[in-house]
């Protein structure tokens, strides 16, 4: 149940179905308690972020499992993080990595992502932002910087998040290790069809997030869970929407990141693999009105890089 990236960064393949650990305000104790329970429902993908203030513990669940045996070793766990917008400056972004690997108490991350094509004025971590916090986003340099983590054997392997296929090309023009992954908004509101396309061709794994439209958060939707055509056919197949909406992102190719520190919706997560949609339930799916949910507006400013959606996602929502 994994899948391998194309890239020549890609050192091994990423597990279909992580845990992701994008929590509200500071949640340590919960976060390893749910992790280390994940751990022992089979889940081996970990998805964290400096943003997230997650690492420590994930790193603490991991050596927790290793100790205990559930895992035979730290190598058995697939830990992703991610840089922030206030570290893609191209003299930080091993400085930030380092930080990474000290919260998580490890010698490597499997995969390290560029969170946002954004740069933000050192130190600034955390919202509100002003417009005063936004400066140029140097591709190019954060790249190279990335590529030396992996060079150093910090980071197994290298990608990003957030990505529109333009800046793909954009960054395939000079990358010298390619992205192994974009880490996307992916459901079936946004099923992300033009940009799975060209990263097939360009074997780049595309990594899921929000695959059931992020109902709760700040900036998330109900319009994924409250759809009428994944509850006729949740109700038809004895299976919840949940399940529905994360079987078509897998049948997608796709791996994808759920959020739920509840058991059973964790077990419930991972049951999507030995079932099938028909080919008139994806269908149905694949009428479903498309609109980005998260829409990074908070990034839009009127005197910086991004002045407008247009700019973020190069015409592409």
């Not at 329970?37 to 420590?56: K, Q, S, W």
């Not at 090309?169 to 290790?177: D, K, N, W």
């Not at 992102?249 to 509840?262: H, M, N, R, T, W």
């Not at 269908?283 to 998260?294: D, F, V």
Request: proline share 4%; hydrophobic share 40%.
């Amino acid at each position: 149940m994994s899948a391998a990236g194309g890239g020549a960064a890609a050192a091994r393949s990423v597990p279909r179905i992580g845990l992701g650990t994008a929590v509200q305000g500071p949640r340590p104790d919960p976060v390893r308690r749910a992790v280390l329970r994940a751990i022992e429902l089979g889940y081996r993908h970990f998805d964290t972020a400096a943003h997230y203030a997650t690492e420590a513990p994930i790193g603490e669940a991991v050596a927790e499992a290793v100790r205990a045996g559930t895992l035979a070793s730290r190598d058995e766990a697939f830990v992703t993080s991610k840089v922030w917008c206030a570290d893609a400056h191209s003299d930080r972004v091993l400085p930030a990595l380092r930080r990474t690997l000290s919260n998580l108490q490890m010698e490597y991350v499997d995969l390290y992502l560029v969170h946002w094509p954004v740069t933000m004025k050192a130190g600034r971590y955390s919202a509100p932002f002003t417009e005063e916090d936004f400066e140029h986003f140097d591709m190019r340099g954060v790249w190279e910087a990335m590529e030396e983590c992996h060079r150093l054997g910090l980071a197994k392997a290298i990608g990003v998040c957030n990505f529109s296929r333009k800046k793909l090309e954009t960054l395939f023009s000079f990358a010298t290790i390619p992205p192994t992954v974009n880490q996307v908004e992916i459901n079936v509101v946004w099923q992300q069809r033009n940009l799975r396309e060209f990263c097939r061709e360009k074997g780049i794994q595309l990594i899921a997030y929000s695959p059931l439209g992020a109902k709760g958060t700040h900036w998330g939707s109900d319009s994924v869970m409250d759809s009428g055509v994944l509850h006729e056919i949740a109700k038809s197949k004895g299976k919840t929407v949940a399940q529905v909406c994360l079987r078509w992102v897998y049948e997608q190719g796709d791996c994808l990141i759920v959020k739920s520190f509840d058991e059973a919706r964790m077990k419930e997560n991972l049951d999507i693999v030995d079932w099938e949609l028909t080919e008139e339930e994806r269908q149905r799916i694949s009428k479903i009105p498309q609109r980005k949910i998260n829409q990074g507006r908070r990034y839009i400013t009127e005197h910086g890089q991004y002045k407008s959606l247009e700019d973020l996602w190069d015409g592409e929502i």
